[in-house]
């Protein structure tokens, strides 16, 4: 079970990056997929979560109307829009599978490697 992210990379302030995540070994559509985020310093962080189906989309209020979750189950791929981004976005995005097929902010049981995303002028 292999979960690999990509994407990350240096943009300005007010600039979008598109997040992608890669599924191998198991069947995406079996699960729940999330991202989340460490900075520096900080506690890993909720981002956005997504259900088996497309549906039950859920999304932190720091991020809500500037980043979109969505997932091709046929690619197994999971993607994160990023829009409108700000210096506190820059962090280490993760992205994850659930233990269940409806997304939530916890119990997840397979995890990627993160991908870095700075934010700066």
């Known amino acids: 079970v292999q979960l690999q992210a990509s994407g990350g990379g240096l943009v300005q302030p007010g600039g979008s990056l598109r997040l992608s995540c890669v599924a191998s070994g198991f069947t995406l559509d079996d699960y729940a997929m999330g991202w989340f985020r460490q900075a520096p310093g900080k506690e890993r962080e909720f981002v956005a979560t997504?259900?088996?189906?497309?549906?039950?989309?859920d999304y932190a209020d720091s991020v809500k109307g500037r980043f979109t979750i969505s997932r091709d189950n046929a690619k197994n791929t999971l993607y994160l829009q990023m829009d409108n981004l700000k210096p506190e976005d820059a962090a280490v995005y993760l992205c994850a599978a659930r233990r269940w097929p409806i997304g939530g902010r916890a119990d997840y049981a397979y995890w990627g490697q993160g991908t870095q995303v700075t934010v700066s002028s």
């Open positions: 997504i259900s088996w189906n497309g549906g039950n989309l």
